[in-house]
């Protein structure tokens, strides 16, 4: 049917629809050739195009924001007023990747401007040993306020997977009460004596919870990798640190590593002193940072020893397989993640993952979703290849 031949209101409705596609059209292609497609933008539409084109524009022009405060901080309220919080840290991200803006972060008045992340306080943390004294409580109220969040989000579901862990973990033939035994359990344990003219099983044993037990269950290292690479990690790290640390069944030891070895089990009652405690960047000497956690560990047939790195090693590669090795003979769950993050598995040592499977410890990225079930297993002792296997996308 052609537009002649139509209703005013239907051709009306095709020619909107028409204008509503090279919108869209448009607002995709961004500037430059896009401006072929004959459609122009304009109020709002040509606002959020600016936006997108002072980080992302490919012609070979000057990026638009240049090295200009006020001008980056009209951005930022831009991007905010047109785009959802996850979109805004994504840009966020990219801007000062692309173009270049830390020394801008180093300005209170940007730090108040900023959307709070995980990105954004590896940045910061990069960046504090030669942040000025007026930026530091700025960078530290930023990274307090992203430490609640994920503590918000994350603590009651590690806790609660920890806790219960612990109370499997903990299982007696001697339940003091009632409520302490495990019915599934104690009937699978005395299935023999089935009564069949009862209908009944008889039993004989018992399995149950010891779950009045406040001693230390298990010991629980933190090894992580601060290598620049890892600095998503080390926020997540960080906070599941200080869960971990607040359960009285464990003993939890947090160090991060470079060249050098830090210890800040101290800190882990704030996690945000623990993130200025660290220092992003550097080399990496994953054998010392072994050797020091080794030291840490008193019962090893009770002890976790979870090392995040992405396993470029920089110091003495077949010492540090040694040392995983005798850990693992002597009792330890050793466990090796190459990111602890929502970005999934980053660049990493392949050969050195590879090493370490042979040795029976698998080597992947785990999203800070997954890793308080990965706690659980990891205290029940279960095989921690085959629980990846199930719970980490290949």
């Given at each position: 049917m052609s537009a002649a031949t139509r209703g005013p209101e239907e051709a009306a409705g095709a020619v909107e629809g028409t204008d509503e596609r090279m919108r869209r059209w448009r607002l995709v292609l961004g500037g430059g050739d896009a401006d072929g497609?004959?459609?122009?933008?304009?109020?709002?539409?040509?606002?959020?195009?600016?936006?997108?084109?002072?980080?992302?524009?490919?012609?070979?022009?000057?990026?638009?924001?240049?090295?200009?405060?006020?001008?980056?901080?009209?951005?930022?309220?831009?991007?905010?007023?047109?785009?959802?919080?996850?979109?805004?840290?994504?840009?966020?991200?990219?801007?000062?990747?692309?173009?270049?803006?830390?020394?801008?972060?180093l300005e209170p008045e940007m730090l108040e401007a900023v959307e709070p992340d995980v990105h954004l306080v590896g940045t910061l943390l990069a960046l504090n040993r030669v942040m000025p004294d007026q930026a530091r409580e700025s960078a530290r109220a930023v990274v307090r306020k992203v430490v609640e969040e994920l503590e918000r989000r994350l603590a009651q579901k590690t806790r609660a997977a920890v806790t219960g862990a612990l109370d499997r973990a903990a299982r007696t033939h001697r339940p003091k009460r009632v409520a302490d035994i495990d019915w599934n359990r104690t009937i699978r344990a005395n299935l023999k004596n089935y009564l069949p003219e009862r209908n009944t099983v008889i039993p004989s044993r018992l399995v149950g919870y010891a779950r009045r037990q406040r001693s230390v269950q298990r010991e629980v290292v933190l090894c992580i990798d601060q290598s620049g690479s890892m600095a998503a990690s080390v926020v997540y790290s960080s906070v599941f640190g200080a869960v971990l640390a607040s359960t009285r069944s464990l003993k939890t030891s947090l160090v991060v590593f470079d060249t050098a070895v830090v210890d800040l089990t101290d800190q882990l009652h704030d996690p945000v002193e623990l993130l200025f405690g660290t220092q992003l960047g550097g080399g990496t000497d994953i054998n010392r940072a072994i050797a020091y956690c080794q030291g840490l560990?008193?019962?090893?047939?009770?002890?976790?020893?979870?090392?995040?790195?992405?396993?470029?090693?920089?110091?003495?590669?077949?010492?540090?397989?040694?040392?995983?090795?005798?850990?693992?003979?002597?009792?330890?769950?050793?466990?090796?993640?190459?990111?602890?993050?929502?970005?999934?598995?980053?660049?990493?040592?392949?050969?050195?993952?590879?090493?370490?499977?042979?040795?029976?410890?698998?080597?992947?990225?785990?999203?800070?979703?997954?890793?308080?079930?990965?706690?659980?297993?990891?205290?029940?002792?279960?095989?921690?290849?085959?629980?990846a296997e199930r719970h980490i996308p290949s």
């Open positions: 497609t004959g459609f122009g933008l304009r109020g709002a539409d040509a606002q959020m195009d600016a936006a997108l084109g002072a980080v992302y524009e490919q012609d070979g022009r000057e990026g638009g924001l240049g090295a200009s405060a006020p001008r980056v901080a009209r951005w930022l309220g831009d991007i905010r007023t047109y785009f959802p919080s996850t979109v805004v840290q994504v840009m966020q991200k990219d801007a000062i990747e692309r173009l270049n803006l830390t020394r801008l972060l560990i008193g019962r090893p047939a009770d002890s976790i020893f979870i090392l995040i790195s992405d396993l470029y090693e920089g110091g003495v590669r077949e010492e540090m397989l040694r040392r995983v090795a005798a850990m693992t003979q002597a009792g330890v769950q050793v466990i090796v993640l190459l990111a602890l993050s929502d970005e999934g598995a980053p660049f990493y040592d392949h050969e050195n993952a590879a090493a370490l499977a042979a040795m029976g410890v698998p080597a992947f990225a785990c999203t800070p979703d997954a890793f308080p079930d990965l706690m659980a297993a990891a205290i029940e002792r279960r095989d921690i290849g085959r629980w």
